[in-house]
Structure formats: C-alpha cells, structure tokens
C-alpha cells in the first residue's frame, strides 16, 4: 500500500520560517498531483497549497500567498512546504495528498485519493 509520511512539523514563533516534508513510499507518486491541506480544531480541513506532477505549475490559498512555497524533489520522491512569516492563525495539523491527475477541483480534499498521517505546526504569538 502506498503511504505518504509528513514530517517537519513543530513549535514556532509568530514570524519565523518551518519546513514540512511529504515522502512517498513510492516512485509512483512521481507523476501524481500532489498538495497540502491543514486542519485547526474546531475547524473543516482546507487547502493550503497544490504542485502539478513536475512541479511547474503551483496554487495556493490567498491566506498563504506569498509567505508558503510547495515544491517537490521527484527524485526523492519528496515534497515541501516552506512556511515563511507565519501567524498564529496557521496553527494546524498539516496534511499532504496525493491523486493521480491534476485538474481544476485541486481544492477539494474529497479529490484525492492518498493521505500522510499530519504533522502539528503549532504558532506561538
């Protein structure tokens, strides 16, 4: 079974910088779409950021433009999250995901079809 897994995740300051991780178990997930989902207590699981297969086409939530960046290393079968100038609000367990193509429902976490287990990012004020 193919497993993605989070990694990165931890305790920062309102402003600081973190760095989530999504390793695939395989090389399949190579050619998948992929993205980053979170979810805050008491609150529905929205979407943060989205990458096509290769990387070269990247979205994101207006609450995130501009201070996260989604990236991915194929060859590694990794992908990140650079989480730059974060808020308190941004504190959330972070998910990725995986389908197998891209298209416009990229928001909707009811579209794709793997998941890693979260990793809590927490934002102290």
């Known amino acids: 079974q193919a497993q993605l897994v989070e990694s990165g995740g931890g305790l920062v300051q309102a402003g600081g910088s973190l760095r989530l991780s999504c390793t695939a178990s395989s090389a399949t997930f190579r050619s998948y779409a992929m993205g980053w989902f979170r979810q805050a207590p008491g609150k529905e699981r929205e979407f943060v950021a989205a990458s096509t297969w290769s990387g070269g086409n990247t979205y994101y939530a207006d609450s995130v433009k501009g201070r996260f960046t989604i990236s991915r290393d194929n060859a590694k079968n990794t992908m990140y999250l650079q989480m730059n100038s974060v808020k308190p609000e941004d504190t959330a367990v972070y998910y990725c995901?995986?389908?197998?193509?891209?298209?416009?429902?990229?928001?909707?976490?009811?579209?794709?079809?793997?998941w890693g287990q979260g990793t809590q990012v927490t934002v102290s004020s």
């Open positions: 995901a995986a389908r197998p193509w891209f298209d416009r429902h990229y928001v909707r976490s009811e579209e794709y079809d793997y």
